[in-house]
């Protein structure tokens, strides 16, 4: 629940707020990475419970392995996405930024186990990371294609997020206007209604997509 309430509120309106008051975005990113902190400690200390030697393994300790169950996954997602989270409200903050591959070995694990949990979760998060890893290859756009497609089909289009997602991380990069308007303008008329675990992210994508669509014209030139 941090990290969602980080991402969905306090992010969003730190993005949105840089534009009109840069000095409060700044405040309002640093509140955003005091959630997703205490949510990297609470998962942390949640998975470290079920394995004691699992900060070691997450640091890469060469003799420590893990191997995971089903009864994980949930657990290795909000980590992964806690960790995210922080690396992104840092603004660029060494301390974080050199974390940001344990989002990889955390999602890695993840859909090693079960790649279509919770309607694709684990394909959506993936779809940023493939553009921000530090070892991403020279054909990133098209892995980051590859996990929203893969997303597409395991949430049976019932997640809008991760249409938000693949028009922000990819398409604004590509530069691809038309696809862009038509993937959010789709997500911001969408009546999506029955799955409980996408309720809140789908009315988050909506928010977001209206925000994005309202900056078409200084993300494309």
Known sequence: ML????????????ERELDEDYKQGLTLYAEANKYFTRAVVLGENYMFLRYPWFDEWLNNSPDKHIKFGNDDVEG????????????SS?????????????????????????????????????????LSRPDA????????????RKALVAS????????????????????????????LTLVLESNHRGIKELEVGNY?????????LGRTEELFY
């Open 204 to 212: 988050m994508a909506k928010k977001r997509a209206q925000w994005l």
């Open 137 to 148: 290859p020279v054909n990133a756009s098209e892995v980051a294609e590859g996990y929203y």
């Open 3 to 14: 990290t969602q309430t980080a991402f969905g509120f306090v992010m969003e309106n730190a």
């Open 76 to 87: 290795l997602y909000w980590l992964a996405a806690a960790y995210g989270g922080a690396v």
């Open 90 to 130: 840092s603004r660029g903050e060494p301390e974080w930024v050199i974390q940001l591959p344990k989002v990889g070995k955390l999602l890695d694990n993840a859909l090693a186990i079960d790649p279509n949990w919770n309607y694709g979760s684990l394909y959506s998060a993936m779809i940023p990371y493939s």
């Open 156 to 183: 049976d289009g019932n997640d809008l997020g991760l249409h938000v997602s693949f028009a922000e991380n990819v398409l604004i990069a590509r530069q691809n206007r038309s696809e862009f308007v038509r993937l």
